[in-house]
Nanobody, 117 residues
Framework: QVQIVESGGGLVQPGGSLRLSCAASGIIFNFYTMAWYRQAPGKQRELVADITSGGSTNYADSVKGRFTISRDNAKNTVYLQMNSLNSEDTAVYYC???????????WGQGTQVTVSS
């Protein structure tokens, strides 16, 4: 079965860094665009960044220059390097896999990121 599993969340001080990982299994990883979304309390889920199978990336304006999305197709894993974190980055971060051509998509369970002193 398909599994999308995030890891790497936690508590970090303002200005700090975290690296999230998302490991996918049960899918042909190269077929999928991978993305990170986040949802803060009381807010809608929003796209943070995505990366196509070919490596093209897209970022939300709020994270440009601070976050970097990357993928390792050999490991079926996508990463989100987050630098210069601030309190507005506090949210549950979700990994999302989408095969647009075949109409399949999957969500992970999410990992909590809390930025606080």
């Amino acid at each position: 079965q398909v599994q999308i599993v995030e890891s790497g969340g936690g508590l970090v001080q303002p200005g700090g860094s975290l690296r999230l990982s998302c490991a996918a299994s049960g899918i042909i990883f190269n077929f999928y665009t991978m993305a990170w979304y986040r949802q803060a309390p009381g807010k809608q889920r929003e796209l943070v960044a995505d990366i196509t199978s070919g490596g093209s990336t897209n970022y939300a304006d709020s994270v440009k220059g601070r976050f970097t999305i990357s993928r390792d197709n050999a490991k079926n894993t996508v990463y989100l390097q987050m630098n210069s974190l601030n309190s507005e980055d506090t949210a549950v971060y979700y990994c999302y896999a989408a095969d647009i051509h075949r109409g399949r998509s999957y969500w992970g369970q999410g990992t909590q990121v809390t930025v606080s002193s």
